[in-house]
């Protein structure tokens, strides 16, 4: 099974870049790496998914290196409405009916004024 | 427009009595799922359903048991039900590929046993 391990908590200020990164040492092959957020009393929101080098979104960037055993979520000027639970997954199964994802802890984020 | 909803969103209920949790998508989606999340916050998957066929049963008490009557629908029924059942039921669906996989998440069911 891919774990992945990421800080519990962090904290920061308006206008700030926010980056959290997270471990999967164990990562297959065929894996890619998804963050998903979390907004109390709401379920989990995809935010931006990729397998290596860097994605974009108009929400965030993810950054993957080469090696793939861990991956940065880049979040540029955060606001007091980004202070939520991020999480870090690693897909399993994902080439058939089985896939699912492993929820790890997730890391709170707390954006201050 | 939804893409994924279920009914009740609170729901308290006592020891010992029976529940369904309700949860459609309208996103074509062939693939269902549920999961719990605790008091602790953690996540964790509970079935996962694939063209109303269990593909995944993750150790989780025969009281449960989920009803796929089609690819749309996911409904948990709970019996006997038990304080420690207490939690967040999320339904979630994704569309798999050849890539990657989206899952896309209800806003929770909030279950409540005295």
């Known amino acids: 099974l891919a774990k992945t391990t990421q800080p519990i908590s962090m904290d920061s200020y308006e206008g700030q870049e926010v980056n959290i990164t997270c471990s999967h040492n164990?990562?297959?092959?065929?894996?890619?790496i998804t963050w998903y957020q979390q907004f109390p009393s709401q379920g989990p929101r995809f935010i931006i998914q990729g397998y290596k080098t860097k994605v974009t979104n108009e929400v965030a960037s993810l950054f993957i290196p080469a090696d793939r055993k861990s991956s940065t979520l880049s979040l540029p000027r955060v606001s007091l409405s980004d202070t939520a639970v991020y999480y870090c997954?690693?897909?399993?199964?994902?080439?058939?009916?089985?896939?699912?994802?492993?929820f790890g802890s997730g890391t709170r984020l707390l954006v201050r004024p | 427009d939804t893409a994924v909803s279920q009914t009740p969103k609170y729901l308290v209920t006592q020891m010992g009595n029976d529940k369904s949790i309700k949860c459609e998508q309208n996103?074509?989606?062939?693939?269902m799922y549920w999961y719990k999340q605790d008091s602790k916050k953690f996540l964790k998957i509970m079935f996962s359903?694939?063209?109303?066929?269990?593909?995944i049963n993750e150790t989780v008490p025969n009281r449960f048991s989920p009803k796929s009557p089609d690819k749309a629908h996911l409904n948990l029924h709970i019996n006997s039900l038990e304080l420690g059942d207490s939690a967040v039921y999320f339904c979630?669906?994704?569309?798999?590929?050849?890539?990657?996989?989206?899952?896309?998440f209800g806003e929770g069911s909030w279950l409540t046993v005295v």
């Open positions: 997954l690693v897909g399993e199964g994902w080439m058939d009916s089985s896939y699912k994802l492993i």
């Open positions: 979630a669906s994704s569309q798999g590929g050849t890539d990657s996989v989206t899952i896309y």
């Open positions: 359903y694939n063209n109303k066929e269990l593909i």
């Open positions: 164990n990562i297959a092959t065929n894996d890619y």
């Open positions: 996103l074509g989606h062939d693939t």
